[in-house]
């Protein structure tokens, strides 16, 4: 069994390293903060649980594998609140989306609170 695990669990290092590096590449390539942000939060937060799964594995300690469950249930539970709070702290400050962008959802909410008049959401940012 431990041939087995050892072998699993390198496969979870080198699934949570590629998800690492998409993530890295996507920070890099992303063309505004926004997508960088999203590429960061949701595959760095994927890539982490995989090797905190490969830890829970090869551990022999019952109270290593309940730390690594902690953090993986730590890490799905405060990475995806984290973004969402840069991202509309970001969009409250006037970071520009990429001008490729087809929706921005926030722009209604933005003139409805500001009394303006309610624009279709779905509509193109010229």
């Given at each position: 069994?431990?041939?087995f695990g050892n072998l699993l669990a390198a496969l979870f290092v080198v699934l949570g390293a590629s998800?690492?590096?998409v993530a890295a590449v996507g920070i890099l390539r992303l063309p505004d903060?926004?997508?960088?942000m999203h590429a960061a939060s949701k595959v760095g937060t994927v890539g982490s649980a995989l090797a905190l799964v490969a830890l829970a594995i090869v551990s022999v300690q019952t109270a290593e594998v309940l730390r690594a469950i902690a953090?993986?249930?730590f890490?799905?539970?405060t990475a995806p609140i984290a973004a969402h709070l840069l991202g509309k702290a970001a969009y409250s400050a006037g970071y520009p989306m990429?001008?490729?962008s087809v929706l921005n959802e926030m722009t209604s909410r933005r003139n409805a609170a500001?009394?303006?008049e309610e624009l279709d959401p779905r509509r193109p940012i010229l």
């Open positions: 069994m431990t041939a998800f690492a590096l903060f926004y997508s960088r953090a993986i249930v890490f799905f539970l990429w001008s490729g500001a009394g303006e």
